[in-house]
């Protein structure tokens, strides 16, 4: 309890600091770190890298700050970036920040389509991006195109901007946009005040300590990588690794063992993958976290065996950051609940409301989500009718010991015959089956008429495993013994991919079709 308390008056104080009207995030990004230790360990594929210091960044960042203001960047202007995990990125976005404008993310597996809905939406009058995309901005007619190869020759002699612009702990910093998984992505804004919240995250769940090789392998165009590769290690002045290509297997792993990771982050589909075709031979982590989508219990149990520690698993939105964890840090840490996603953040209050996982808005100081860019039934949608409770749409249980667990959003209940399913109880059986790789769980109409909807499986199997009807029945009479009569699949679909969003979230209204 005494921990608990301690950890929640550390998150107000950061809060406190990081909300007030002369907050300047180039200063808590950056200026106030020791000018001589590492910020980025900026890694190619080839596994060369570089490594860049606090004094480098802002020196490079206050040069690309006047070259963006010649261009016209102004404070509040929404700018969208789309550029690899290179030193551009880094150094673009804290130029943008030095002038009070506002960051748009887009992720580099976008198509112009994805990308033409955030410029509109966010009312952006230019991109930053490079040659290796630029065939996907040109056709959006609305917007300047500048090139960041252009902007970083220009900036090598380009006077450093004199004093960066302080917008204050409540004005916007980046406008971020959910991932679409139930339907049209949303525009959600960040104001600065989050840093307190993200650096609670990686002090208390993710336990990043000075002395850590840290990796979070998400993409900061999108919101783990975001929030917990850039802006949280930057707040802290920890230093963070980006890897400059797309996820495999092979080369996470290369880059754990050459870079001597020691904590590291990750989507469950990354330990998935790793677990069906890597060799981790000398591979030793002294943290591992996975957020994104719900960790099936087989991966903690697998991390155990071939990382060196279990994998603990974290719960979050694009709308909140990260507010529920089985947190690593020392004073807060817990055993394991099977199934369970941990308990609350300091400096939130959750419960179960409406059937969904809540946050008590009082009671949740850190709680930085206010609503989306000019969507106000969207945004009421998230609140109960008097404003009291943030409504995640997940539906999900709390224990009497306050760990939360994820059943799924409410989209994706399955109602059959009277009973509310989750896909991710049943997910969580099949997933354990030595045959099965990845799976996805959803609600079709039932054929016949009777039980409403009916649960179909979608099933990869693992590597060398071939699909039979023998296998099918095996896995649907395991459902129906480990877990419940009627929640077992009628029909089990074997597929050799799951559709995902971008950022790695499984579709399951694409499979419900």
């Given amino acids: 309890m005494e921990s608990q308390m301690n950890a929640n008056q550390q998150a107000l104080a950061w809060l406190a600091e990081y909300r007030s009207p002369g907050a300047s995030a180039a200063h808590l990004l950056c200026d106030r770190h020791d000018s001589d230790a590492i910020a980025f360990t900026l890694v190619e594929p080839d596994l060369s890298f570089d490594s860049m210091t606090w004094a480098q960044l802002a020196d490079e960042s206050r040069r690309m700050a006047t070259v963006l203001a010649a261009r016209g960047v102004r404070r509040g202007d929404r700018v969208p970036v789309l550029l690899g995990k290179r030193r551009a990125l880094v150094v673009t976005l804290l130029g943008l920040w030095r002038l009070g404008a506002v960051h748009v993310p887009l992720f580099t597996a976008f198509a112009t389509g994805a990308i033409e809905l955030r410029t509109e939406g966010s009312g952006a009058t230019m991109v930053v991006t490079d040659a290796s995309q630029r065939d996907k901005v040109d056709p959006i007619s609305a917007v300047t195109v500048l090139d960041v190869d252009d902007l970083v020759a220009e900036s090598a002699t380009a006077e450093p901007l004199a004093e960066s612009v302080a917008i204050g702990g409540d004005e916007t910093l980046v406008q971020l946009y959910t991932s679409g998984t139930t339907g049209k992505p949303k525009g959600v804004p960040v104001p600065l005040f989050c840093l307190a919240s993200f650096q609670t995250y990686l002090h208390y769940s993710l336990d990043v300590s000075a002395d850590d090789v840290f990796w979070n392998a998400a993409d900061p165009g999108w919101a783990y990588g975001l929030y917990y590769a850039l802006l949280a290690p930057m707040v802290a002045g920890r230093t963070s690794l980006l890897l400059n290509q797309g996820f495999t297997p092979e080369s996470t792993v290369d880059v754990i063992a050459k870079f001597g990771v020691t904590n590291f982050a990750a989507a469950p589909t990354i330990y998935r993958a790793m677990r069906a075709g890597a060799d981790l031979d000398g591979i030793t982590l002294r943290r591992a976290s996975s957020a994104g989508e719900p960790l099936t219990p087989d991966i903690v149990s697998w991390g155990v065996d071939n990382l060196g520690c279990e994998v603990r698993d974290h719960y979050g939105q694009t709308e909140l950051g990260m507010v ?16 369970s996603m941990g308990q609350a953040m300091p400096g939130f209050t959750g419960g ?13 100081p850190l709680l930085w989500f206010s609503g989306y860019d000019a969507a106000p039934e969207k945004t009421a949608e998230r609140f109960t009718d008097d404003g009291a409770w943030y409504l995640t749409a997940d539906t999900g249980r709390v224990d009497e010991e306050g760990y939360f667990s994820f059943t799924s959003r409410d989209d994706d209940v399955i109602l059959a015959a009277g009973y509310r399913i989750g896909p991710f109880d049943v997910e969580s059986v099949l997933a354990g089956h030595s045959a099965v790789n990845e799976v996805a769980v959803v609600g079709r109409p039932d054929p016949e008429g009777i039980r409403g909807e009916v649960v179909e499986a979608f099933v990869v199997l693992a590597a060398g495993v071939e699909p039979t009807e023998d296998l099918e029945t095996e896995l649907k009479n395991l459902v129906r013994d480990q877990y419940s009569k009627h929640a077992y699949p009628r029909t089990v679909h074997f597929v050799e991919s799951l559709p995902k969003t971008p950022s790695g979230k499984i579709q399951r209204f694409i499979l419900r079709r």
């Fill in 324 to 339: 529920i964890g089985n947190h690593w840090h020392p004073e807060l840490a817990e055993p394991l609940k099977t199934g």
């Fill in 352 to 364: 179960i409301v409406e059937g969904q996982i809540a946050l008590d808005v009082k009671a949740s």
